[in-house]
């Protein structure tokens, strides 16, 4: 499923994306160890219940990617010219092993590129949910859209 191009993305649209995904200890771990993390919180199950959690965390960073890998079919999949940045990064709630994500994204802003006529930067806002209704993500990022009429302009020619 392709995504949207800069003209689709209006401000106020609100997208719930379909797919959810279940986080086990295995990802956190593996992606504890591919990125050096080392933090007892994530990976000392021993540790962790001594604290205010009384279990293992799963890693923010894991999370923040797992949240914009899910929004990505629908909303940037072909259709971006790359990831701008990330601001206003919050976890407000620890994600655990076992607990299942979704995913809700709205449209903040849009404008169009200074540099390049055929695209323009979007303001995305994703919002990780979990099962029992709370946000264990909330971010702001910023993306490099294709506009649909440049491509349909490089296609015809």
Known sequence: MPGLYYEELEPGLVIEHQTRRTVT?????TFCAMTLNLAPLHIDAEYAKDSI?????VNSLYT?????????QDTTQ?????????SDVQFPKPLFH?????????IVDRRESKSRPNA??????????KQNG????????AGFMFKKSAVAETADA
Request: charged share 20%; glycine share 16%; net charge negative.
């Open 64 to 72: 923040l990617g797992l949240v914009t890998g899910i929004s990505m």
């Open 78 to 86: 072909g259709t971006t010219m790359g990831n701008l940045g990330f």
């Open 120 to 129: 323009g930067i979007v303001t995305f806002r994703h919002y990780g949910i």
């Open 53 to 57: 959690y009384g279990q293992q965390i």
């Open 25 to 29: 200890e295995a990802d956190n771990m």
């Open 98 to 106: 076992g607990d299942t994500v979704r995913v809700r994204t709205e």
């Open 134 to 141: 709370d946000i264990v993500c909330d971010c702001t990022r």
